[in-house]
């Protein structure tokens, strides 16, 4: 007691944490010993600094005010849930946690390996977080991607990072710490940090021994590391156990691997690759189209291709394929001309004259995706709701379009338009073959809210109503389940320019989505003109290999309604017999 009349800061502790230490002191302590000797190392164990002082003393003065009761359960009486996460967040290892977060989030390895260090030598009990944080660290450093960079991220922070995450990593080994995908990603990356791509696909294969499946990252290190090395054979091998593991490659990988085998000159490989491309990215990033147009600049690209092929056996490929691809190999010989270009309304290429084909949507695939989406549906809605809404619209339809209401009442408006729903409404009731209104989905609190006690506003959704064509959806639910459900549901026009590319979208999780919204969106723009619907084109917006050889691919360049898309189109001379080519 002596003692703590000396140093506040140990009567703060004796007075209200002793039970706590106590409780904690296996986790601390690989020994047993006495209560002093353990708040004197539990004391130590934290690096103070004059801030984390400055908060100890204010502490301090207050406990010696009101002292604060013990937090440690005793009979008949609760912790409160306040109480025990103040436990759990004042103990050394939560402290740490939060500290190595703000160097994660700031990209300070330096302070970051301090703290590592502090705590090891003061037994800190370290997680497969703090070692996660540690090795994410050091592998951003080894590569040269450290947060905010500057300065500290020279060559002598890359080599510190590659030397510590090795250590960091045979340590949590040596201690016995389970690691996760996070564990084996991270020091993959070191490893290809350290120009070891073998290494870093050695730790992915290994993850299956601790029963932990890959991810698309977890490959990453390994693929990129072997590509940019030149690497194809062992790329490809990358790519295979991938597959084998069911993880889709996406379009950095796939243009990765495009790029290798452009320059191991792998034709049938390039052949390969822009299929996969065709089939999983449709529309190329700009990267991935200099890669493209790249490969038919070429010289190499100019001497493979075969001058006389099966012209049935060509269409056969056609028609399996759905139409847009025959999947039979490089047409023709000699060099390529490549150009950017534009569609015009009726798919016709303005550089080649090639018009392109709307390709074929598998009926069972419509199916199986309408299947899914109410099935996610129902989990994410009320199950009750959606289950009435099912029944409504079995009753109700079939309707020939959906009209996103929310979004249809606010394109270029800043408050909700009643008379532009009913524009668009009227004019889709034209367009009908049945001659009827379409489905309007609008969220119950624009139905009977403040808007509809408007009485121009209340006769139009009396009208729509009547008409069994408006569907309030319930409080609290989300629109989008509801418009998507339907129009899916009844293979009809949906109306919106919501682009469909958020958290609820992704859920979907499946490539036959995008080809199902390019037939079915109808967009809307509103300018001094008037209001304009404008329908899905009469092409597919997707990479297409014609039957005489002709490639021309879409770009993400102009996806919008103002700017015309940009494509690739790569043709050859003996290939196309339009006449226009000879003005070229």
């Known amino acids: 007691m002596e003692l703590a009349k000396r140093f506040p800061v140990l009567s703060f502790i004796m007075k209200s944490e002793i039970p706590l230490l106590l409780k904690y002191r296996k986790r601390f302590l690989p020994l047993p010993c006495s209560p002093s000797s353990f708040i004197t190392r539990t004391v130590n164990s934290y690096p103070f600094n004059p801030h984390s002082m400055k908060r100890i003393n204010r502490l301090t003065t207050s406990s010696n005010l009101n002292p604060l009761p013990p937090l440690h359960q005793t009979s008949g009486e609760k912790v409160?849930?306040?109480?025990?996460?103040?436990?759990?967040?004042?103990?050394?290892?939560?402290?740490?946690?939060?500290?190595?977060?703000?160097?994660?989030?700031?990209?300070?390895?330096?302070?970051?390996?301090?703290?590592?260090?502090?705590?090891?030598?003061?037994?800190?009990?370290?997680?497969?977080?703090?070692?996660?944080?540690?090795?994410?660290?050091?592998?951003?450093?080894?590569?040269?991607?450290l947060g905010q960079g500057g300065s500290e991220n020279d060559e002598n922070l890359k080599e510190l990072g590659m030397r510590r995450g090795f250590e960091i990593f045979r340590q949590m080994a040596i201690d016995n710490v389970a690691p996760n995908e996070a564990t084996f990603t991270n020091a993959a990356r070191l490893a290809t940090a350290r120009e070891d791509p073998e290494m870093a696909f050695d730790l992915v294969k290994k993850m299956k021994n601790f029963g932990i499946p890959p991810r698309l990252r977890s490959y990453g290190p390994a693929l990129f590391g072997f590509c940019k090395k030149g690497n194809a054979d062992k790329a490809y091998e990358v790519d295979e156990h991938m597959v084998d593991c069911g993880v889709l490659a996406e379009e950095s990988e796939l243009s990765a691997l495009l790029k290798v085998s452009m320059d191991a000159k792998k034709a049938d490989k390039v052949y390969e690759l822009l299929h996969r491309i065709r089939a999983t990215v449709r529309q190329v990033s700009e990267s991935s189209a200099q890669i493209v147009e790249d490969w038919f600049k070429s010289d190499f690209a100019a001497s493979?291709?075969?001058?006389?092929?099966?012209?049935?056996?060509?269409?056969?490929?056609?028609?399996?394929?759905?139409?847009?691809?025959?999947?039979?190999?490089?047409?023709?010989?000699?060099?390529?001309?490549?150009r950017r270009t534009q569609m015009d309304k009726k798919g016709v290429c303005q550089s080649c004259g090639e018009k392109l084909v709307c390709i074929d949507i598998d009926p069972k695939e419509t199916e199986n995706f309408a299947s899914s989406l109410t099935k996610l549906a129902r989990e994410k809605e009320a199950k009750a709701g959606f289950t009435k809404f099912q029944a409504w619209i079995q009753k109700h339809g079939p309707f020939d379009a959906?009209?996103?209401?929310?979004?249809?009442?606010?394109?270029?408006?800043?408050?909700?338009?009643?008379?532009?729903?009913?524009?668009?409404?009227?004019?889709?009731?034209?367009?009908?073959?049945?001659?009827?209104?379409?489905?309007?989905?609008?969220?119950?609190?624009?139905?009977?809210?403040?808007?509809?006690?408007?009485?121009r506003n209340q006769k139009l959704l009396e009208t729509w109503e009547n008409s069994g064509a408006l569907y309030p959806t319930p409080l609290g639910s989300d629109d989008d389940w509801y418009w998507l459900y339907a129009a899916v549901h009844w293979n009809c026009l949906l109306v919106t320019n919501d682009e469909m590319r958020d958290h609820l979208f992704q859920l979907l999780g499946s490539s036959f989505f995008p080809r199902w919204k390019e037939k079915h969106q109808v967009r809307i723009s509103v300018s001094k003109r008037g209001?304009?619907?404008?329908?899905?084109?009469?092409?597919?917006?997707?990479?297409?290999?014609?039957?005489?050889?002709?490639?021309?691919?879409?770009?993400?360049?102009?996806?919008?309604?103002?700017?015309?898309?940009?494509?690739?189109?790569?043709?050859?001379?003996?290939?196309?017999?339009?006449?226009?080519?000879?003005?070229?």
């Open 304 to 338: 493979v291709g075969v001058e006389s092929w099966d012209i049935n056996k060509i269409k056969e490929g056609v028609v399996k394929g759905g139409g847009g691809w025959h999947g039979q190999g490089w047409l023709g010989s000699g060099n390529w001309r490549i």
């Open 402 to 455: 959906v009209v996103d209401g929310a979004n249809a009442g606010l394109v270029n408006q800043k408050r909700f338009n009643f008379f532009q729903v009913n524009f668009i409404m009227n004019k889709l009731r034209e367009m009908s073959p049945s001659k009827r209104f379409p489905l309007l989905i609008l969220h119950k609190r624009r139905v009977h809210g403040k808007p509809d006690k408007d009485p």
């Open 80 to 145: 409160s849930r306040k109480a025990k996460k103040k436990e759990r967040m004042e103990l050394p290892e939560s402290l740490l946690k939060f500290k190595l977060d703000m160097c994660s989030r700031h990209g300070k390895l330096v302070e970051a390996l301090q703290l590592y260090d502090e705590a090891r030598e003061n037994g800190v009990p370290l997680s497969h977080y703090h070692y996660n944080v540690m090795l994410y660290l050091c592998s951003s450093a080894g590569s040269g991607s």
């Open 531 to 584: 209001i304009q619907l404008h329908k899905p084109p009469p092409y597919s917006i997707v990479i297409q290999e014609s039957e005489n050889g002709n490639w021309h691919v879409p770009t993400v360049t102009g996806d919008d309604l103002e700017t015309p898309r940009q494509w690739l189109c790569a043709t050859r001379s003996k290939n196309v017999s339009n006449p226009l080519l000879n003005l070229f």
